[in-house]
């Protein structure tokens, strides 16, 4: 059972490009969660989602930054429009559905290194 | 979700216990305590939750006061390996999942 897996891991691009984050979550995981750690901060809690569906975007910036987890396919984080401040680790992490104790565990990946020249 | 404090930093032998404190006065009645770590630029791992018992698991132990206002998670054995900065956190546990909040965590150095 392979764990959650991001990619790239390492993504450059220029101020005012768009950058896209995919998350595929470990198998039988239906949640999602996208996470940010500036260089030497800790991690910030961004988005949760369902299966096409936003539950908690509380910690999305309001502008340039969307997510979306399909029916099918990977959980992508996008950035418009990049500028430095954007230059961080972003992690992604999934937890199975509901039911029991082990529903509350989040594995992560090994994040996205996003680099904004 | 309640708020946690845990010491900035601590040291630790190699092969001695490491004991992380975590104070949560706050908690709810129905709030866990998960211990997270994140060994440097990796993602964070999970290490082991519980409610109200002591857990114990492959990696490490959770001894919860009886008040539920603190807990200890104990590495039995340290190694270099386990050198990380290690999150307390607590939040209701619920079957529709939901989010973590992390806090500043306690950097462990493992020395030899």
């Known amino acids: 059972n392979a764990g959650v897996m991001q990619n790239p891991r390492h993504l450059v691009r220029r101020r005012g490009q768009e950058a896209r984050l995919r998350c595929s979550p470990m198998?039988?995981?239906?949640?999602v969660y996208w996470y940010r750690q500036l260089p030497e901060e800790g991690l910030k809690f961004m988005v949760y989602l369902q299966k096409e569906n936003i539950i908690d975007e509380s910690g999305m910036p309001k502008e340039r930054f969307s997510a979306e987890f399909p029916k099918e396919g990977p959980s992508i984080l996008r950035i418009q429009q990049v500028v430095r401040g954007d230059s961080a680790a972003y992690f992604c992490?999934?937890?199975?559905?509901?039911?029991?104790?082990?529903?509350?565990?989040?594995?992560f990946g090994q994040g996205t290194r996003l680099t904004v020249v | 979700d309640a708020k946690t404090t845990q010491p900035p930093s601590m040291d630790c032998a190699e092969g001695r216990a490491a004991n992380l404190p975590c104070n949560h006065s706050t908690i709810s009645g129905n709030e866990y305590v998960y211990w997270y770590r994140q060994i440097h630029s990796q993602g964070p791992q999970y290490i082991i939750h519980g409610l109200k018992n002591n857990e114990t698991n492959e990696m490490a132990s959770l001894i919860i006061t009886e008040d539920r206002k603190s807990s200890t998670l104990i590495l039995p054995h340290a190694t270099l390996r386990d050198t990380a900065v290690y999150y307390c956190i607590v939040r209701v546990s619920n079957n529709q999942g939901g989010k973590l909040i992390f806090g500043q965590g306690t950097e462990l150095s493992v020395k030899p």
């Open positions: 992490a999934s937890s199975p559905p509901g039911g029991g104790r082990r529903s509350t565990e989040a594995f």
């Open positions: 198998k039988g995981h239906s949640h």
